[in-house]
């Protein structure tokens, strides 16, 4: 009986279509596909950020490299503004993790809240990368003019592109969100966002210690790698 239910059926009409738009969001498949998709891309950017440590460390033991902190008057000897910049990221992965969390229970005002806050802190990020990208040139630390201040350009440039990239993912999930409502959909959205945001957090620390560091630092580095 089951079989001739199942033939009797007509998809394309009105109360079908209605009756489809029901149904639990299928996770099994699409999200599986998407996680994966994702996590590839990680592996990728993990490569292509490897590649650059590797050359920025031979950089290093060039004649004409001059680390950015270590003397009283180099830029990074204090390097508040950089953990500012961090703190902003952190907060930005945890907020985005709340909003996962409120996706679950349904709750719109709380997921709102969160997504809101989880935008706020990445731009803030953004827009104090750029503030200390002025800062340099401003106290002539160009990125022609030495090999650091190319690499310290170079790979935060990089790491920003990936943070824009990952709002532009994130903004199309609010947008999906308010047409259909579906919270299920969302918090499985959010924690592949939440997945890539804390990649990106840890990316970050990661090139903060790499880019700061001093030129004894660097040496004690290269003597481990062999170069």
């Known amino acids: 009986m089951q079989l001739?239910?199942?033939l009797q059926e007509k998809p394309w009409l009105p109360i079908a279509l209605e009756q489809q738009a029901n149904l639990p969001y299928c996770v099994s498949g699409k999200e599986n596909a998407a996680s994966t998709a994702l996590r590839f891309f990680l592996a990728v950017i993990t490569v292509i950020f490897f590649l650059f440590t590797i050359t920025f460390l031979q950089r290093t033991q060039s004649f004409d490299f001059q680390a950015l902190s270590g003397e009283p008057?180099?830029?990074f000897t204090n390097a508040n503004v950089l953990w500012q910049n961090s703190a902003y990221l952190l907060l930005a992965s945890i907020s985005i993790i709340l909003a996962k969390k409120f996706a679950k229970q349904q709750s719109l005002s709380a997921i709102m809240i969160s997504l809101t806050t989880t935008a706020f802190f990445t731009l803030l990020f953004v827009s104090g990368q750029v503030q200390v990208w002025q800062q340099l040139n401003q106290s002539g630390f160009y990125i022609y003019t030495n090999p650091a201040n190319?690499?310290?350009?170079?790979l935060t440039g990089v790491h920003a592109l990936h943070i824009i990239g990952g709002i532009l993912v994130f903004i199309r999930c609010v947008w999906l969100f308010a047409f259909n409502l579906s919270y299920q959909q969302l918090a499985s959205r959010l924690k592949l966002c939440a997945l890539y945001w804390h990649y990106l957090f840890f990316i970050w620390l990661f090139l903060f210690f790499l880019l700061t560091s001093d030129a004894n630092t660097f040496k004690t580095i290269a003597l481990i790698c062999g170069f």
Do not use: E, G, V
């Not at 190319?150 to 170079?154: E, K, N, P, T």
């Open 4 to 6: 001739f239910k199942s």
């Open 73 to 75: 008057w180099l830029p």
């Open 150 to 154: 190319s690499y310290y350009f170079l």
